[in-house]
T-cell receptor, first 115, second 116 residues
């Protein structure tokens, strides 16, 4: 099982729709979770961080965390063509030893928003 | 402006050659990281450093070396021992490696390494 796994893409949604991106993780003691957006040929940029169970909203973006199910998601409301990018889920390990504090990335989900 | 800079943007390596990628930050961050990204894949950790003059191997350190002589700088050398170096190399930094919001990593623009 991969440490951080994202739903397979690519994901295509029409402009104005809600895009839902999902991520599961294997480390039960992980405490910090991040979503990054990466445009083609560019570096990742941070969209959201979430640390507690529940929802966290920032503009059109909502991150949802369920530690019991080891699941984190990102919802993008009113999707725009400019949201078309690869979305990376990243989790910081809470395990001991050299893995402590390590940021592990999922493989990414490609999102396309079509007009 | 505060940020992370990487140079060059593109780098070409000949077989048997060592090349060095530059990473500089003026964010006053203690921790710095190097990642490698291959097409269609997530990021894999090469090396990280939590303080000056100290660094640790990541998951794929073989064929790479680093130094951390200054807080602002964390150069990565891709040695001739790295047989498949073609990739997108990303440098990142954070306030600290562990501890709440201080863990948040911010990325530089990246260097794309190609083999001639």
């Amino acid at each position: 099982q991969k440490e951080v796994e994202q739903n397979s893409g690519p994901l295509s949604v029409p402009e104005g729709a809600i895009a839902s991106l999902n991520c599961t993780y294997s480390d039960r003691v992980s405490q910090s979770f991040f979503w990054y957006r990466q445009y083609s040929g560019k570096s990742p940029e941070l969209i959201m961080s979430i640390y507690s169970n529940g929802d966290k909203e920032d503009g059109r973006f909502t991150a949802q965390l369920n530690k019991a199910s080891q699941y984190v998601s990102l919802l993008i409301r009113d999707s725009q063509p400019s949201d078309s990018a690869t979305y990376l889920c990243a989790v910081i390990s809470g395990a001991g030893g050299t893995s402590y504090g390590k940021l592990t990335f999922g493989q990414g989900t490609i999102l396309t928003v079509h007009p | 402006d505060g940020g992370i800079t990487q140079s060059p943007k593109y780098l070409f390596r000949k077989e048997g050659q060592n090349v060095t990628l530059s990473c500089e930050q003026n964010l006053n961050h203690d921790a710095m990281y190097w990642y490698r990204q291959d097409p269609g894949q997530g990021l894999r950790l090469i090396y990280y450093s939590q303080i000056v003059n100290d660094f640790q191997k990541g998951d794929i350190a073989e064929g790479y070396s680093v130094s951390r002589e200054k807080k602002e700088s964390f150069p990565l050398t891709v040695t001739s021992a790295q047989k498949n170096p073609t990739a997108f190399y990303l440098c990142a930094s954070s306030i600290a490696r562990t501890g709440g919001a201080g863990e948040t990593q911010y990325f530089g623009p990246g260097t794309r390494l190609l083999v001639l």
